[in-house]
């Protein structure tokens, strides 16, 4: 097929009739009868597939036979104006190349409508859907969107390692890495594991978290980010944990609190509304699908000022609520979903940032208040997710930093480079984590973070 150049079909759906064009996509369906036939292509371009009709009599029968849905085709044609409904031209196709046929006994992707728990069982093929076309499309445009928040507002993209050897959240969910033969692990004179014998020569893990380094980076380039995988071995299996996530993680010198509020609150809108401005057709399939109300409550965000109160008045709230929990809650429990979801969706009707958390529930790094029991910690609170962001103001003096890692029992050894931040001009600053997946959960209205990223890994399971 040569003459013309293959054009995508967003584009060529968008064309003028008469135009001489070439396709190439991969077959959604066919019909029709024995004198004319038409195909529904898609290049993952856009959501929206290009009618391809075909005249019987000037195809080899055994062509149109191949043409089924799943294969993958070329097409050369006219543009026409389309009689059908929906769109705007068809093709009326000239010449057609099959590049690979799909047995329609064997390919899984037949017809529409596949439960997501099965879809999820062909993880390789589910991007051919129309669903999983529109969230990884959204996935990108998003992560795109955050490139350019922080690129336009002078944050630089610092790269952090994922291979650590310390715990940033101190939760211990994490995943070691070793070269070590495990049928033969080395001991050292304490019967315990011999880890100078590993590749680094000590024990270490993937990352849960870029902030240590991220921090280092803050101290000395003034404002960064880091937007990357982090691991966690936490054995949850809910529609909000993967054990392989992407975060993104500010940081920002000379930034207090409220500042740090302002900007995930900022951030978070900007990329809602990015949404809505450069996805329209995928939240429209989406919304239609799945969720009547996703875009509505998408525009209600991007409008709404988020409510800001204090976790011990969150407690308040939620104990005289009179609402059954599954979990109780009282001041010193960590919030469940059920409790942050209360507050967002029944409570307040808006999303909910969240502060001044007792300092037994979070990590060492968060800065204390003067009441000695709690720490400035903020979480962002969203509608059907829950907890989206986790962050804080830093803990900036070195003497109280070190008291607060010698009270949990940490060791400080292995964070000496950290605490030098704090030896050598120190300085007031926050930041926060972004899960990237929780955003797409309230982004595309998917119900479970399996679905919104293209090779899930969850406990007992990383097949694909
Ligand atoms: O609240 P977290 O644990 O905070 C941190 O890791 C901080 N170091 C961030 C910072 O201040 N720089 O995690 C941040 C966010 C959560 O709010 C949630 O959105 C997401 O990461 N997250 C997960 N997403 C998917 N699966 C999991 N298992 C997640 N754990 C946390
Ligand atoms: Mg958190």
């Known amino acids: 097929m040569s ?31 024995k004198n004319v036939v038409f ?23 055994e062509l149109l036979k ?22 705007k031209v068809e093709i009326q196709a000239s010449e057609i190349e099959i590049y690979g046929t799909a047995d329609p006994e064997k390919y899984p992707l037949q017809k529409k409508g596949h439960s997501m728990e099965f879809l999820r069982e062909i993880a390789h093929l589910r991007p051919r859907t129309n669903t999983f076309g529109c969230v990884f499309r959204i996935r990108h445009a998003m992560a795109y969107a955050i490139h350019k928040y922080f690129n336009d507002r002078g944050f630089y993209y610092l790269h952090t390692p994922l291979i650590t050897a310390s715990d940033c959240e101190g939760a211990g969910a994490m995943f070691q890495v070793t070269t070590l033969d495990l049928n033969d692990v080395p001991k050292g004179p304490d019967g315990k594991t011999d880890f100078s014998q590993d590749f680094f020569g000590r024990q270490t893990s993937l990352t849960v978290s870029g902030q240590l380094e991220g921090e280092l980076g803050a101290m000395a380039l003034g404002q960064i980010y880091t937007f990357g995988p982090t691991f966690r071995a936490e054995n949850s299996n809910t529609p909000r944990h993967l054990a392989e996530f992407w975060m ?10 409220v500042e740090n509020m302002d900007l995930a609150e900022d951030f978070i809108k900007y990329l809602v509304r990015y949404a809505l401005e450069h996805c329209m057709d995928d939240l429209q399939f989406l919304n239609n699908m799945f969720d009547k109300e996703l875009i509505s409550r ?4 991007a409008d709404t000022e988020f409510v800001r109160l204090s976790y011990t008045e969150g407690v308040d709230i939620l104990s005289k609520s009179g609402q059954k929990f599954e979990y109780p809650v009282y001041w010193g429990a960590d919030l469940q979903s ?9 409570h307040f009707g808006r999303p909910v940032i969240l502060t001044d958390y007792p300092k037994d529930i979070k990590a060492f790094y968060m800065k204390q208040n003067e009441d000695g029991k709690t720490v400035r910690a903020m979480d962002v609170l969203f509608p059907k997710i829950g907890e989206i962001i986790g962050g804080s103001q830093r803990e900036e003096n070195l003497d109280k930093l070190q008291a607060r890692i010698a009270e949990l029992g940490m060791d400080t050894k292995g964070l000496w480079w950290y605490l030098d931040t704090r030896r050598f001009g120190t300085a007031p600053h926050s930041g926060f984590g972004l899960g990237f997946e929780r955003l797409l959960l309230f982004v595309t209205g998917m119900a479970n973070i399996r679905d919104v990223i293209p090779f899930p890994r969850t406990p007992k399971s990383a097949e694909f």
């Open 3 to 33: 003459g013309i150049k293959r054009k995508k079909i967003s584009e060529l759906l968008d064309g003028q009739p008469g135009e001489d064009v070439l396709a190439k996509g991969w077959v959604r369906t066919k019909r029709g009868n």
């Open 39 to 61: 195909i529904a292509l898609n290049d993952g371009s856009t959501v929206n597939n290009i009618q391809v009709v075909c005249d019987a009599g000037n195809f080899p029968e």
């Open 66 to 87: 191949s043409v089924t849905t799943g294969a993958c085709i070329a097409v050369k044609g006219r543009l026409a104006e389309s009689v059908g409904k929906g769109q």
């Open 248 to 257: 993104v993680e500010p940081e920002v010198a000379f930034c207090d609190i």
């Open 298 to 301: 998408l525009e209600g965000v």
């Open 338 to 346: 059920e409790h942050e979801r209360y507050l967002v969706e029944k």
